[in-house]
């Protein structure tokens, strides 16, 4: 964020849809390298790409395991089917997108990024002594 807002200044950085695209056009050096624009696209999809799919092998691992299931096949394509079904009903274009990213997302997220966390940790904590004491 603080590249994009040193390349582009505030004013463009506000009105840009995606500040990453604009930031990586005005790459220029020595009138021989420039236009990086797919090779920066290309990069996002790729990484975007191994992060869902390392969530998704999480999630999977996760249900196994907490279910006590023999085996990952289980469980792999159904959950590949719900989370491929709510991502489409998550947000039907940008507009919707944006809402819930930067003004929803903020309020939900915290429950479960921070809050719920702490409490399982401190229940873990709470665990943990109570079988050292015992």
């Known amino acids: 964020m ?10 463009l950085l506000s009105r840009s849809t995606i500040p990453f695209m604009a930031t ?6 020595g009138d021989f390298i420039q236009k990086m624009d797919g090779i920066s696209i290309s990069t996002l999809v ?12 999480v999630a999977v691992m996760a249900v196994t395991d907490l279910w006590k299931l023999k085996g990952i096949q289980v469980i792999a ?20 997108n944006y809402i819930e990213g930067y003004i929803i997302n903020p309020y939900v997220a915290f429950p ?7 409490l399982l940790l401190i229940v873990a904590l ?3 002594k109570k079988q050292s004491a015992a």
């Open 2 to 11: 603080a590249l994009n807002a040193s390349v582009l200044g505030p004013d």
């Open 77 to 96: 394509i159904p959950l590949g089917i719900i989370i491929l079904f709510s991502s489409i009903m998550v947000a039907e274009n940008s507009v919707e």
């Open 112 to 118: 479960f990024q921070t809050a719920i966390p702490i």
């Open 46 to 57: 790729i990484s975007y790409f191994f992060k869902a799919v390392i969530y998704f092998y």
């Open 24 to 29: 990586t056009s005005k790459i220029n050096i």
């Open 126 to 128: 709470v665990r943990k």
